[in-house]
């Protein structure tokens, strides 16, 4: 928040929470109160509202209001604080996020490490960027974390993500994901084809960060404290992911070739063979459809010298992309007389994938990927 308009809202706060002890500041946060005398209700602490109002251009007005568990953070079990953040105390602004991803050997499953949780807990997570929701198996036993908060029903994070379910979780022990009043995600397992309904809940993520052209060693918080939304899982939606991993990032899917559904693959592959007419030809491989003697197939540092294939994709605002695949991301070896373009045909679309052209791992590896939000 601006410096100016921080000054005025905590000000304000601060005289509306007068019935509540204070206790001193912790890290950013400059209010900070005793939670011994703070009641709890349905949606977190007893506190004072904070209401927004806003107006755009055509002088409309926003009303939003934040009370509970979304204006207050628990640092520990004694000391809740207002979570606002003067902006002048957080003056390094990366402009990017990064996320350095490794291959497991066995699975071929891509693995990445994100620390979440208060105290911080270093966490490797599957990558999937076919998945809907970062979500974690948030086992009580082992998800211990000050900062973790439920989604209530009706929420603006709840609207962020993306469902109008609400569970009502009865329980006398004090499990993460078991609450009242809760809002809800479907998680799957794109593996198992296993899926289950669990609690949007907040907690703290913090990533490395990248400042212009140089990775810094520092780590941020990705948004606003305790406010990284995931999904809550059951520890049985883990089974076929990465022995010891323990969490599924939303974000490849452990396909390796490029798949199309619901689209002649024939197209495709016509096309191709029309522009490899100089390579020649040799009998087909397993799934793949065109394969080539290697032996006159030049040899570049991208990989074999072959055709390039340029994916053009629009989205719904009719921005278009541009992806091309050629060298490593469009053949592979089958052995060391043969390759074959590295484009399978799906039949018919499952409802294990949301989209009618899987790009998999082949093609995503060794590339950044940029992801604009």
Not at 94 to 102: E, R, S
Not at 191 to 201: A, D, K, L, P
Not at 208 to 222: A, D, I, L, W, Y
Not at 267 to 289: D, L, N, W
């Amino acid at each position: 928040m601006d410096s100016s308009i921080y000054k005025v809202v905590t000000e304000a706060y601060s005289e509306a929470s007068r019935g509540i002890e204070r206790v001193p500041s912790v890290a950013t946060f400059q209010l900070c109160y005793s939670s011994k005398n703070v009641s709890s209700t349905p949606f977190g602490s007893g506190v004072p509202f904070i209401d927004l109002v806003l107006q755009n251009e055509r002088n409309q007005i926003m009303y939003w209001r934040f009370w509970g568990n979304s204006s207050m953070v628990r640092v520990n079990d004694d000391v809740l604080c207002l979570e606002i953040v003067d902006g002048a105390q957080t003056s390094f602004r990366p402009n990017a996020l990064i996320l350095k991803v490794t291959k497991d050997p066995c699975t071929l499953q891509y693995l990445t490490r994100i620390t979440q949780r208060a105290p911080p807990k270093l966490i490797d997570f599957v990558v999937d960027l076919g998945g809907r929701y970062l979500w974690v198996d948030c086992d009580y036993k082992d998800y211990v974390s000050s900062s973790y908060r439920p989604v209530p029903c009706g929420s603006a994070g709840c609207a962020l993500a993306g469902n109008n379910e609400c569970g009502q979780c009865y329980s006398s022990s004090p499990i993460s994901d078991c609450n009242l009043n809760t809002c809800l995600v479907r998680p799957d397992n794109t593996i198992t084809y296993n899926g289950t309904g669990g609690e949007v809940s907040y907690d703290i993520v913090t990533l490395q960060s990248m400042n212009g052209s140089t990775t810094t060693s520092k780590e941020v918080n990705v948004s606003v404290p305790a406010e990284f939304i995931f999904g809550c899982s059951a520890n049985f939606l883990l089974d076929g992911l990465v022995k010891g991993v323990v969490r599924r990032n939303g974000w490849s899917r452990p396909d390796k070739h490029l798949i199309t559904f619901a689209i002649r693959i024939e197209v495709v592959t016509e096309a191709y063979s029309e522009a490899s007419r100089g390579i020649e030809r040799v009998p087909s491989v397993a799934t793949f459809q065109l394969c080539y003697s290697s032996k006159n197939v030049s040899s570049t540092p991208f990989g074999s010298g072959v055709p390039f294939i340029d994916l053009v994709l629009q989205n719904e605002r009719n921005q278009i992309m541009y992806s091309r695949f050629w060298g490593n991301s469009s053949m592979v070896r089958v052995n060391d007389d043969v390759l074959c373009l590295e484009i399978v045909d799906g039949g018919v679309r499952s409802p294990r994938f949301k989209t009618s052209i899987v790009i998999g791992g082949c093609q995503l590896e060794e590339i950044l990927l940029e992801f604009l939000t």
